[in-house]
């Protein structure tokens, strides 16, 4: 409303704001009608007296004129009075005008019959009548100049200037009126009339300043994010934020103001909002304690809300009280702490939950005797879930592995989750609990029990190694590194088993890991060396290829079979460094040959996934300046259970250079026969399993012939492993399907330096002999 008053300028009017002005001269233009008619009526009674004591009719027809203005005055604040509220500065401004004309005609009136009755009478009552009510009523002006001040100035001259003529008028002693009494009244009226309406102006403006400080503060309180209260020294609330009431769920038509801080809180009891013990702490902390001491107090609600009070005391002045919401803070440091000691996947506790949990079971003062048994369980071929169905079915896989340990261990017990696909159990021994080979054969039947996650059925198993205090150690580091290593021989053993720790167990473990250590140094200097063995063309039984094999001869265990170090190799992460080196010393030798020799090698599932083995099998390529067409990938089933459409697109990208690609051990997965329609192969390579079935078991035969017919009609050539005796290879010569063969009864692999003289005996056979 106060902004649809002011005017499109916002000018002050003489240094009144624009409110206070129209509030002020609506205010007195609606309170007018009184004063209006008493005045009027007043000055006419007078003037007619006066007219009667002087006996002369023409001042007793003036008098009417008093009445004529009066009217004309009430019909104009008639007017104005249905219009009120003033809708802008300039109509108030307007009624002002008139208000001032009208009074201005009243007292010029009244002025005007004082020089008539100074010009035609001596009467002294008569003059003495026109006289004071001029001067009383020209001193009316002084009560209404802090609002109503336009036109004072000319006022005063229409009420003093005729009085000065009748005092001229009437000669004598009369003219020094004028400089004894209407000169200095003028003077302090005027003057007067400026000091008030200055004090007035500056008690507005401070009143002003006032509320509207008043408003910022009360607006700043009730929109603070913290509640505010106010006691005063005898434990009284003197004020209270909007905050403050939200905070205690207070609706605003509750007067609490004037109330004991007591009752305010059994208030809040009885509402169900604080317990009792919370109203004991925060009475005596709002009611005891030192002046000038700052005092914290934290409590809760009900309904789960955490506040912090801070109590400010002051000397006899009561207390300041600011409440602060902590919940999101409290809820936030709860959550990290849960973060910081539990898994955020399995929701188990962490690694560090474990270990501190550890710690405590084994403090010296702690009783050993009945034992306890740290477990620790791998999962066995978690990797190929996560690698083939993604990271997402991976962590709902170990949700639920997570859900299985906790049911079968017991409430004393804690399952937690150590990292990646390990999890680790303590486990409490005990009278009438289930000893630890029972509880590690329920737990290896549990997790390889298979799992449905989004329609597709996984199967992992586990593997356990444990250690038992005080039997296996007695401290926490002791009992965890024996139950690796005890792991580490259940894995050894086959997987899906379990093994206690034996002190035997340790020398086996740093056997292996010093076998690690040196399989990375032999790795990093391509110690590891390459072989060849021939691939012979059957009709010919001329060598067409040779197939380049990792081996690796130990400095003290000697040679050491690639299927003992390939996969520690590939559990210790440097399959993809060493993929690449043999394949660039295959390419390499392989560009020494004649033309028409080509190399197979081999290539693992892990340098698929990395994505590298595009840009490593260029770069062998261009380091050995051999072309494409020359070199043959062989790759394995386990490859193709990856992201088949991965895969797929990376084999296409390399047929498209003109790489042949082989699927090697070729009937020993499940799916084979899906893959020569799926996937863009070359050849086939029938695995050894079936070779020596060749002549002994109809059956073996039966699957190679159908399996080779098959593949040549795909257009694909087809290679059988394993070939160690004559017998088998006229069995093979004559099935007329098969296109190359490779085995012990052409020749062994072979160091690069001896593939020259395989070369130079021209057939397969021959070399053999």
């Not at 034992?371 to 190929?384: C, I, N, P, S, Y």
Request: neutral net charge; aromatic residues 6%.
């Amino acid at each position: 409303m106060a902004d649809a008053r002011r005017s499109d300028t916002s000018t002050p009017t003489d240094q009144l704001p624009d409110e206070i002005y129209i509030a002020f001269v609506d205010g007195l233009l609606s309170d007018v009608v009184p004063v209006v008619l008493f005045s009027a009526i007043a000055v006419t009674f007078g003037e007619i007296a006066g007219a009667i004591a002087a006996r002369q009719p023409i001042l007793f027809y003036a008098a009417a004129s008093q009445l004529l203005i009066a009217a004309l005055r009430l019909y104009f604040v008639g007017r104005h009075a249905r219009c009120v509220p003033s809708a802008t500065v300039e109509i108030a401004r307007k009624q002002e005008r008139i208000f001032s004309f009208g009074a201005l005609l009243s007292l010029l009136g009244l002025s005007l019959w004082t020089l008539l009755a100074f010009s035609v009478t001596d009467n002294s009552f008569a003059q003495f009548i026109g006289v004071s009510m001029t001067i009383t009523y020209a001193f009316s002006l002084m009560s209404r100049s802090y609002a109503i001040f336009r036109g004072v100035n000319m006022q005063l001259v229409v009420a003093f200037v005729p009085l000065s003529v009748a005092m001229v008028v009437a000669g004598g002693w009369y003219p020094v009126g004028i400089v004894v009494g209407i000169v200095p009244l003028v003077l302090y009226m005027k003057g007067s009339s400026q000091r008030l309406r200055a004090n007035f102006n500056e008690v507005i403006a401070a009143q002003q300043r006032a509320a509207t400080l008043a408003a910022r503060l009360d607006t700043a309180l009730n929109n603070m994010s913290h509640g505010l209260c106010m006691l005063d020294g005898s434990g009284r609330l003197i004020l209270m934020n909007d905050q403050a009431l939200r905070i205690f769920g207070v609706g605003p038509d509750v007067a609490l103001v004037g109330a004991h801080v007591n009752s305010i809180l059994r208030g809040l009891v009885h509402g169900n909002i604080i317990a009792p013990s919370q109203h004991a702490l925060l009475a005596h902390a709002l009611l005891d304690g030192d002046a000038g001491a700052d005092v914290m107090v934290p409590f809760e609600t009900r309904d789960g809300r955490a506040f912090e009070v801070t109590i400010h005391r002051m000397k006899d002045e009561g207390s300041v009280v600011v409440i602060q919401d902590v919940t999101e803070r409290r809820n936030a440091q709860l959550e990290i702490n849960r973060m910081a000691r539990f898994d955020a996947v399995t929701d188990l506790p962490n690694r560090r939950s474990f270990e501190d949990e550890l710690a405590r079971a084994l403090r010296p003062n702690r009783d050993l005797v009945s034992g306890m048994t740290v477990m620790f369980l791998d999962l066995d071929d978690f990797k190929q879930v996560n690698d083939s169905l993604g990271h997402r079915t991976g962590d709902k896989l170990l949700t639920e592995i997570a859900r299985r340990l906790r049911a079968i261990m017991g409430p004393r017990d804690l399952v937690a989750r150590w990292g990646g696909d390990e999890f680790v159990i303590l486990h409490h021994n005990g009278e009438g609990r289930p000893v630890t080979p029972a509880i590690a054969r329920r737990i290896i039947e549990e997790v390889s029990r298979p799992v449905v996650i989004d329609g597709s059925e996984v199967v992992v198993g586990a593997s356990i190694g444990s250690a038992t205090a005080p039997d296996d150690g007695v401290t926490p580091d002791a009992l965890l590194s024996n139950a690796d290593i005890a792991l580490y021989a259940a894995k050894a053993d086959g997987r899906r088993g379990w093994r206690a720790f034996e002190k035997a167990m340790d020398t086996k473990i740093q056997v292996r890991r010093l076998i690690e250590l040196e399989l990375r140094a032999a790795v990093a200097n391509d110690a590891i060396d390459v072989h060849f063995q021939p691939i012979v063309d059957v009709k010919t039984r001329r060598i067409v290829a040779f197939e380049a094999l990792a081996r690796w001869r130990h400095p003290v265990r000697g040679p050491v079979s690639p299927a003992e170090f390939i996969p520690i190799v590939e559990e210790i992460g440097l399959m993809e460094e060493l993929g690449a080196g043999v394949l660039r010393r295959a390419c390499a030798a392989c560009a020494s040959w004649p033309d028409d020799i080509t190399v197979s090698v081999n290539l693992s599932p892990s340098q698929f996934r990395n994505g590298n083995i595009e840009k490593a099998i260029a770069e062998a390529l261009q380091s050995a300046d051999l072309a494409p067409k020359r070199l043959d990938i062989e790759i394995t089933e386990s490859t193709l259970l990856d992201n088949r459409r991965d895969v797929r697109g990376t084999l296409d990208a390399l047929r498209s250079r003109g790489l042949r690609v082989s699927l090697d051990d070729f009937g020993t997965g499940y799916s084979s026969l899906s893959y020569l329609l799926s996937f863009p192969l070359d050849r086939i390579k029938i695995d050894r399993s079936f070779t020596i079935g060749l002549g002994i078991q109809e059956r073996a035969s039966i699957l190679v012939e159908s399996v080779a017919a098959m593949s040549r009609k795909l257009g694909m050539t087809v290679l059988i492993e394993g070939v160690e005796t004559e017998r088998q290879m006229r069995i093979i010569e004559t099935l007329g399907t098969i296109a190359e063969v490779q085995g012990f009864l052409f020749s062994p692999p072979v160091p690069q330096s001896a593939v020259p003289v395989l070369l130079g005996r021209g057939s397969g056979k021959k070399a053999a002999a």
